[in-house]
């Protein structure tokens, strides 16, 4: 399993419209900016898992 982030829409009703490509990584220049990170991380294990297609517009077209 992965953790990546997620861009929630906070003008409509709090939806997930985005999401990196690549999974979070735990990175830091100080043992405080690292603690930062793994707290951020130990966060999102309460969050529920969301499905790819949970993520993006509902009115999304293709592209032409």
Do not use: C, N, W
């Amino acid at each position: 399993m992965h953790i990546f982030d997620v861009y929630y829409d906070d003008d409509d009703d709090g939806r997930p419209i985005a999401t990196h490509e690549i999974p979070s990584t735990v990175y830091g220049d100080t043992l405080e900016e690292l603690q930062d990170k793994l707290d951020l991380l130990a966060l999102a294990l309460a969050k529920p898992i969301l499905d790819e297609s949970e993520i993006g517009s509902r009115d999304r077209s293709p592209e032409t």
